[in-house]
């Protein structure tokens, strides 16, 4: 029971820490990471809300957000590796070739 | 008269007319003699027929009638091509072709080693033949075709030397000031066209007499539409400014097209088609009014001018200005006889001060002439003998009487205060053409004469010596016991002149009027000198004589209120202000895009922190 704010609080935390990584961080490899753990921060609000609730929904989510981002990770590597010959870098503030 | 030589009557405008096509077509390949010998030789001809057709009528007033075919037809409305001599159009002819083969025959040698003598020749044939149609025509819209012909004939010569651009200036001006008056006229021959739905003048007069009662509505706009018609074309009060600035062009054309011919078609218009005038009692006064008007105003002016030219350009506009107020109190026949008097002298006029100018090297400043009866007689004689018609000298010059019967015409219909305009208008006359003679040809020599004239330009001179002072014997003045030939010419399509001249006051005063002016022009110049001096030298006098030198500030006037408030509006204009709402909404967008579009930087962190941001606002918003 006493359990709960406290995971909903350790997951902010590793919204906020996802959400600055994804902002302040130029090199795609980090940000992939910070991603990551913005997906972590996500799958554990369902988890404590699953159990907040007793609900088997929440553990369902995390499953799906777990296989999303495996799925994810593989397409994000993909491109990773493309913008690296491409550029001949990982800043991604050097990949700004789409725009208008 | 018989018939094969009745059928030549198309031949009468057609001669210039092909002249003109010829030197117009193949002049470059003609030297200067072929080109006057086509341009003289056939407007002579022409003169050579009119003789003829004139000695016919003379013996059996019979007007001759030529139709040559139908224009066009137009769901029943057939204008057709086809002349009319009668009395009216048989003096207009005579006085074209006459003064027309003269001028023809002067230009020859006035033009001599100009630049374009095939070009001046061609435009001044087209003059003739359009003028020609203008007064043979049967049908009003020929009329209207000649009139407008003319109009572009006078543009074309006025800017003959159009390499200056203030002769250029003053061809525009002149085009635009008598389109002023012509659009109303146009108005006016549609109306009439679509009411009767004929074009012959003759039918076209008699249904108007025969449907229309008095001052209705209807006749009075005709007549005010035709007569602004007129006013454009004789220069007339308020459209008269052109005229002095027509003397841009050389001056044979300033003799024929703006003295003798082309500025009376509005008398003539007038005259040909005064059944419909009568209609309107109310425009004849008018017109009676502008003439007067007219007539003053321009012989004031004529006062102050120190361009020879120009004097007699407002001349010209006080002499129309006569033959409108003869016109106006229904005097037709004296209109037309001062009109013909008036085409001789004032021919004469500007022929010998093109004389006296062109040997003194273009001098046309009267105070840089003087001089000239040794020097240059032919000029001397003849614009003495002119002046002496144009300030009507009694009873030796053609001026007098044509001048005399309109005072008397006018007198006669009780009309007192035209009588003393008109009758200050002949003192004002004889005053200013005394001045411009003895500045310009008496005293002493000014300047060097610098080029001889030749016979081709003394033999018109002498020859229009001949009727400027004779031409009176053709309407000697009642109780003269002369023969009326003129009104007899003209009774079949004019009405006649009452039968009975001034009476014993008015005729003593009118033989007074010219003689004063000139005695006390005289006086001032040459006896008491100093008078005129001191008088000139006062601050009025300068201020007074700089607005008459302007012509009474016309000019100004309608720069004032017309030229510049209409070129303020264009300036507005070209800059499409009612389109702006359109292009406006189309700027709007394109800026709009352009802030937007700055957005999609390629930068992802951006994005991020975008979507990042709005799911914030979002969530915001949702969650309680």
Known sequence: MTATPVLLTLAAALLVVGIAGVLARRNLMFMLISV?????????????????????????MFLLIISVSGAEAAVALALMLRIERHFGTLDIDAARTLRD | MNEGVAGLLWLVPALPLFGALLLGLAGRRLNDLWCAVIACGSVGLSAALVCLFGSAYFVDSVPQLQTLWVWFDADGVTPR?????????????????????????????????????????????????AMLVLVLADDLLLLFLGWEGVGLCSYLLIGFWYRDAANGAAARKAMIMTMAGDLPLVIGLLLLFSHFGVTAIPALMEQA????????????TLALLLLAGAVGKSAQLPLQTWLPDAMAGPTPVSALIHAATMVTAGVYLIARLHPLFVLAPGVLSLIAWLGAAGLLL????????????????????????????????????????????????????????????????????LRRMGGLRTRQAWAFWGFLAGSASLAALPYVSAGFFSKDLILA?????????????????????????????????????????????????????????????????????????????????VAPVLPAAADA?????????????????????????????AWSAAWRTSA????????????????????????????????????????????????????????????????????AAAVAAGTAVLLAMVLP
Request: aromatic share 14%; hydrophobic share 50%; with cysteine.
């Open chain 2, 540 to 607: 009025t006098a300068g201020r007074l004589s700089a607005w008459w030198f302007h012509g009474w500030g016309f000019d100004a006037l309608y720069e004032r209120v017309l030229r510049r408030p209409y070129a303020r509006l264009a300036a507005r204009l070209s800059g499409d202000p009612l389109d702006r709402p359109f292009t406006g909404l189309g700027h709007g967008s394109y800026r709009l895009w352009h802030l937007l579009s700055s957005s999609q930087n390629g930068q992802l962190r951006r994005y």
């Open chain 2, 209 to 220: 007499t025969a449907t229309w009662t008095d001052s209705t509505t209807l006749p009075i």
């Open chain 1, 36 to 60: 990551e753990v913005l997906f972590n921060a996500a799958a554990l609000a369902f988890i404590a809300a699953g159990a907040h609730w007793a609900q088997p929904d929440g553990q369902i």
């Open chain 2, 501 to 529: 001249g001034h009476g014993g006051w008015g005729a003593m005063l009118a033989v007074l009027a010219p003689l004063l002016g000139i005695g006390m022009t005289w006086y001032l110049l040459r006896v008491r000198p």
């Open chain 2, 409 to 489: 015409e006018v007198w006669q219909r009780g009309r007192g205060a035209l009588w003393f305009a008109g009758w200050l208008g002949a003192l004002l006359t004889a005053a200013y053409i005394t001045r411009a003679f003895v500045i310009g040809f008496l005293g002493k020599a000014c300047t060097r004469i610098t080029r001889e004239t030749d016979g081709r330009m003394h033999l018109p001179l002498a020859v229009l010596i001949v009727p400027t002072l004779a031409a009176g014997v053709f309407e000697l003045p009642i109780g003269a016991g002369g023969a009326r030939l003129f009104s007899d010419l």
């Open chain 2, 81 to 129: 091509i086809a002349l009319r001599l009668d009395g009216l159009s048989l003096i207009m002819a005579v006085v074209i072709t006459g003064v027309g083969f003269l001028i023809h025959l002067y230009s020859s040698g006035y033009m001599a080693g100009e630049e374009g003598y095939a070009r001046y020749f061609a435009w001044l044939n087209l003059f003739v033949g």
């Open chain 2, 298 to 365: 321009a012989a004031v002016s004529a006062l102050v001018q120190t361009d020879i030219k120009r004097v007699l350009a407002y001349s010209t506009i006080s002499q129309l200005g006569f033959m409108f107020m003869a016109l106006g109190v229904g005097a037709w026949t004296a209109a037309m006889f001062h009109l013909f008097v008036h085409a001789f002298f004032k021919a004469l006029l500007f022929l010998a001060a093109g004389v006296a100018s062109l040997s003194l090297g273009h001098e046309r400043d």
